[in-house]
């Protein structure tokens, strides 16, 4: 019986770590997003060095997506995040 109380809370909390981890990666490209705006605002306006350290920041945000989308165990989650992920390296790609 204690058992599978365990079992049944090990699962749960798996479930929440997925959902949190999912949440963590759609918030870093809706941020990687907005480095890629400002970067295009501020290319627009001849400001390079600032245009150059926000895509930075949106190019940590891909590289944090990437190593941790493979944690994701949900396929149609993981391939949406990827989705956005690549979605993101392209704006970042013209900026």
């Known amino acids: 019986m204690e058992d599978d109380l365990m079992k049944a809370r090990f699962k ?4 929440e770590s997925q959902r949190l981890l999912a949440g963590f990666l ?4 809706e941020l990687g997003h907005t480095f890629a705006s400002v970067a295009a ?9 600032h245009c150059e350290r926000a895509k930075g920041h949106g190019i940590v945000a891909v590289a944090a997506i990437r190593r941790f989308v493979t944690r994701i165990e949900n396929m149609d989650t993981k391939a ?10 392209q704006a970042l790609s013209e900026v």
């Open 26 to 29: 759609e918030s870093e490209i």
């Open 41 to 49: 605002s501020e290319r627009a306006s001849g400001n390079l060095p």
């Open 80 to 89: 949406a995040i990827e989705k956005g992920c690549d979605e993101l390296e």
């Open 12 to 15: 749960e909390l798996k479930a």
